[in-house]
């Protein structure tokens, strides 16, 4: 984390940072998802506290702390209380190998706009990820309640059942970029669609060289993985009302059971940018490298250097993270929605129809997949 | 020798390890044990990673922490174990002669592995220079794996070895099959890289890799079978 | 491999120090523990509990278990193969055959569970 003591402080005062940001962006989420629901369903959404209902959520988590602590009868208390923290945890580590944007170099120090550049990047939030059933079990076991168990062992089924469709489904897309660093995968979407048949390079020049373009089936089942994995609808049979009260989180209140819906959301956080990063270029604009970038604000960027007292090539370098960033953003939020939407749009599947889907059709599917992206790319190397 | 960081991190996380662990034996909740038994997995996955073996270490966060680990849970509350009802830990002459009984395996064990460390620095000839002639192998010594790989793998070796670099073509049949000639050998920056993991993988180790399918296929059928004799398979003739 | 490793660490800390102190200020904030045995019950929609503790568990959970542990296995030594795919072709069809064999093997596996009605009514 940096060599001297200041580069460790800027390091760790950029995940403190990432950190809050995510907390903060959860209730942000929750404020889309209770406004857009409602507008989906011809009705106004929570509108009195602060402007647009958007400070409903602060006083939401404001009530959460005031809540009585309760503990239920059989419940194992420890797990009972480690059971929300084991859920935050690998939600939050995910989100670590993720780059948000350039690296920002302001005075001689260069930020890297990513917690960890971790070089077996993917892998390692498939890594973490699949801890994410230990909080559900966790909590599913120490309530106490067998209605609780039983939702938490469907859960945990369900889980565990779309990670291995996931992952098949992730091979396709790394025999394209051939490595497994997010960073590399941003810089192998850069420039416009290309491909390699026999010897000779084809190229399509208005199309950005993003991997939806060239995985469209793997992007598919990934997506589909996505909402399985992170227990939203249509497939959150484990918390549906209808069927198992809250299921694993029946029995938890007060800032408890936020922690597990911050959990869920962390894990929404993450498979959005999963998916920007995989198939639709991270935070590159499409068809503008981020050299391009950079020139322009060094071109353009005098008056704001002279304003911030900066230099010109710092002025640049920020303003091209802040683009990035913001670029980064809007992809990603707009994935979030995507989520939201399929909520309030879809009915939930029966757990046996949900299983069959994972073993029976992504599977199959995933693994056909890999055939036909292995036998292609043999064809096209064939001399 | 000061402590680097690196030091304080690997001695906190095996003091971890080691008493999770412990713990997994002596705790008599069933779930606790298993739980602290992902901790130690989880732990040894940091491991792997301070040893520059990433994707060991994801694949040990993976496979164990995250299935194998998951399965047992998940068969323990299923089962809804009770907890022991008497103390693991009790002092009795059996169990002061068990705990006798591991403390000299133990001692052994580290009494034989020390024995073997320090014979390989006291006489180095044993260790073979694997560029050496196969003329020149002494064949009564016993050829002794270097412990270390250094990043440089040039530096242990004199200099009158180092002109002794054996070139494939040069090399006579009887040399050991895994000398490192110069096109195998890593830099720095390689080892440990997934890539070459793979380079090795699916091309000397491709009967270990086909026979690990076979392998995984045997446990598909076995597990149908075991859950069909039980009773386990719901199979309504339709 | 410690500069990778050094910054997830410290993120794992803010996230436990997060929750610790969010436990805490609830417990020091909220209302006084005031247990009485309705809230203590476990909820089954208002209903008396029926103590069911000895409920015959459903195999198909561990069988749902095993069956990911064997196919993960698979999809970790698929994704060492699919980095160095396209690299590996230029030395010939080696890499293409052996990891068909790999497939063809664990894709009899996944058709003999199928037919097997080791995946039914899950």
Redesign the interface.
């Known amino acids: 984390m940096g060599n001297g003591l200041l580069e460790f402080a800027i390091n760790a005062l950029k995940i403190i940072i990432v950190f809050v940001t995510i907390v903060s962006v959860v209730p942000l989420l929750v404020w889309v998802e209770r406004r857009g629901s409602a507008f989906m369903q011809n009705r106004l959404g929570p509108n009195r506290v602060g402007p647009l209902g958007l400070l409903q959520l602060l006083a939401d988590a404001i009530k959460f702390i005031f809540k009585e602590e309760f503990i239920p009868d059989h419940a194992?208390k420890v797990?009972y209380f480690m059971a929300p923290g084991l859920t935050l945890l690998p939600a939050a580590l995910t989100f670590a190998a993720v780059p948000f944007s350039t690296p920002v170099t302001i005075g001689g120090h260069t930020i890297n706009m990513q917690i960890a550049d971790?070089?077996?990047g993917i892998?390692?939030i498939?890594?973490?990820a699949?801890?994410a059933?230990?909080g559900v079990?966790?909590a599913?076991?120490s309530s106490g309640n067998k209605y609780s168990?039983l939702g938490a062992?469907r859960a945990?089924s369900q889980m565990?059942s779309y990670?291995i469709a996931m992952g098949l489904s992730l091979i396709g897309v790394l025999i394209m970029y051939q490595t497994?660093s997010l960073n590399e995968m941003i810089t192998a979407q850069l420039g416009s669609f290309n491909f390699h048949w026999r010897g000779l390079q084809y190229a399509v020049k208005y199309l950005p060289a993003w991997g939806i373009f060239y995985q469209p089936l793997s992007f598919i089942l990934f997506v589909t993985c996505g909402f399985a994995e992170t227990n939203r609808m249509p497939f959150d049979l484990p918390e549906g009302e209808a069927e198992l009260v809250g299921g694993y989180h029946t029995e938890y209140g007060g800032f408890k059971f936020n922690m597990f819906f911050m959990g869920e959301y962390g894990h929404m956080i993450t498979s959005s940018a999963l998916i920007t990063t995989l198939f639709f270029g991270g935070y590159a604009l499409p068809g503008i490298s981020p050299e391009q970038v950079a020139a322009f604000w060094l071109d353009h960027g005098a008056g704001l250097a002279q304003t911030l007292h900066l230099s010109v090539t710092d002025t640049s370098s920020l303003m091209t993270t802040l683009t990035h960033l913001l670029v980064f953003c809007l992809k990603t939020g707009f994935w979030l929605f995507f989520y939201v939407w399929v909520r309030w749009t879809l009915p939930r599947f029966r757990y046996d129809q949900l299983m069959d889907l994972g073993w029976k059709t992504l599977l199959p599917w995933s693994i056909a997949n890999l055939a036909i992206s292995a036998t292609v790319i043999f064809f096209a190397h064939l001399k | 020798m000061a402590l680097t960081s690196?030091d304080i991190?690997f001695h906190a996380f095996a003091a971890v390890a080691t008493i999770s662990a412990i713990l997994v034996v002596f705790l008599s909740n069933p779930?606790y044990s298993a739980?602290f038994l992902?901790l130690t997995m989880?732990v040894l996955?940091?491991f792997y990673?301070?040893?520059?073996a990433?994707?060991v270490?994801?694949?040990q966060?993976?496979?164990y922490?995250?299935?194998?680990m998951?399965?047992f849970?998940?068969?323990v509350?299923?089962?809804?174990l009770k907890r022991e009802h008497e103390d693991v830990l009790k002092i009795s002459p059996v169990m002061i002669a068990k705990i006798i009984g591991a403390a000299l395996l133990c001692g052994f064990l580290v009494g034989v592995s020390w024995l073997g460390m320090s014979a390989n620095q006291n006489n180095p000839s044993t260790v073979v220079a694997p560029q050496t002639m196969a003329k020149d192998l002494d064949k009564t010594k016993p050829v002794v794996a270097m412990a270390d790989k250094p990043e440089n793998p040039d530096e242990d070796l004199t200099a009158a070895e180092q002109n002794n670099l054996v070139d494939v073509k040069g090399a006579p049949e009887t040399a050991k099959k895994d000398v490192p000639t110069k096109e195998t050998r890593l830099s720095p920056d390689e080892f440990?890289?997934?890539?070459s993991?793979?380079?090795k993988?699916?091309s000397k180790y491709?009967f270990a890799?086909?026979a690990?399918?076979?392998l995984?296929?045997v446990?598909?059928?076995g597990?149908?079978a075991l859950?069909?004799s039980?009773?386990?398979?719901?199979?309504v003739a339709r | 491999?410690?500069q990778?490793?050094a910054p997830v660490?410290v993120l794992g800390a803010v996230v436990i120090g997060f929750a610790v102190l969010m436990l805490s200020l609830t417990f020091m904030a909220g209302p006084k523990r005031n247990p009485t045995p309705e809230k203590q019950m476990p909820y089954e929609c208002g209903v008396q509990g029926i103590d069911m503790?000895?409920t015959k568990?459903?195999?198909?959970?561990?069988?749902t278990?095993?069956?990911?542990?064997?196919f993960?296995?698979?999809v970790?030594?698929l994704?060492?193969?699919a980095?160095?795919y396209v690299?590996?072709l230029k030395r010939g069809p080696f890499?293409f055959i052996?990891m068909a064999?790999?497939m063809v093997?664990?894709t009899?596996?996944?058709f003999?569970?199928w037919k097997?009605?080791?995946l039914?009514?899950d």
């Open positions: 194992d797990l971790i070089n077996v892998i390692y498939f890594a973490v699949s801890l059933v230990y079990l966790t599913g076991w168990l062992l945990c565990i990670e497994f | 690196e991190l779930i739980l992902a989880s996955s940091i990673f301070m040893l520059n990433p994707f270490a994801v694949a966060l993976t496979v922490a995250g299935a194998v998951v399965l849970i998940m068969v509350m299923l089962f809804d440990g890289s997934t890539a993991l793979s380079k993988l699916f491709v890799f086909e690990v399918s076979l995984l296929l446990a598909i059928v597990a149908v859950a069909k039980r009773g386990g398979t719901h199979h | 491999m410690m990778q490793l660490l503790r000895t568990f459903p195999v198909k959970f561990y069988l278990a095993i069956l990911f542990i064997l993960d296995i698979e970790i030594f994704y060492p193969w980095i160095v690299d590996f890499i052996e064999f790999f093997f664990l009899f596996g996944l003999y569970v097997g009605h080791a039914d009514w």
